[in-house]
C-alpha cells in the first residue's frame, strides 16, 4: 500500500507563492513517478507536473513552466510543488499521485493508482 498526504495550500493574493508538500510512505520504488495533478469545480483533473525519484528529470504542463517547480527530497520521502507567479486561474484542489511501475511520464489523471486527499488552493484577484 502506499499512502500520500498533501500539504501547504491556502489563500494567497495573485502573484502570490506557495508551496505545496507530499509526504510518500509505503512500496515507493526510486523508480515511480510522483505527480503533481489539480481540479477545479466544473472541471476535469489536470496533469500540473511530475517527477522520479531517481533518474530522469521533471515533466512539467505547458501552463506552469517558469512559474511552478516540483522537487523531491528522497531522505523524507517527499515531494514538492514550489508555486510563483500564482494567477487566479490556478485555483484549484491540488492533487499529489503516484505510479509505481512507470516507464514513462504520464499526463491522464486515471493512469496513476494512488492518490492523495488533495489540498486547496486559492488565489484572490
Known amino acids: 500500500q502506499v499512502q500520500l498526504v498533501e500539504s501547504g495550500g491556502g489563500l494567497v493574493q495573485a502573484g502570490g507563492s506557495l508551496r505545496l508538500s507530499c509526504e510518500a510512505s509505503g512500496r515507493i520504488f526510486s523508480s515511480s513517478v510522483m505527480a503533481w495533478f489539480r481540479q477545479a469545480p466544473g472541471k476535469e483533473r489536470e496533469f500540473v507536473a511530475a517527477?522520479?525519484?531517481?533518474?530522469?528529470?521533471?515533466y512539467y504542463a505547458d501552463f506552469v513552466k517558469g512559474r511552478f517547480t516540483i522537487s523531491s527530497d528522497n531522505a523524507k520521502n517527499t515531494v514538492y510543488l514550489q508555486m510563483n507567479s500564482l494567477k487566479p486561474d490556478d485555483a484549484a484542489l491540488y492533487y499529489c499521485?503516484?505510479?509505481?511501475?512507470?516507464?514513462?511520464?504520464?499526463?491522464?489523471?486515471?493512469?496513476?493508482?494512488?492518490w492523495g486527499q488533495g489540498t486547496q488552493v486559492t488565489v484572490s484577484s
Open positions: 517527477i522520479r525519484w531517481i533518474g530522469t528529470g521533471p
Open positions: 499521485a503516484a505510479d509505481l511501475y512507470a516507464a514513462y511520464y504520464r499526463k491522464k489523471w486515471n493512469e496513476y493508482a494512488y
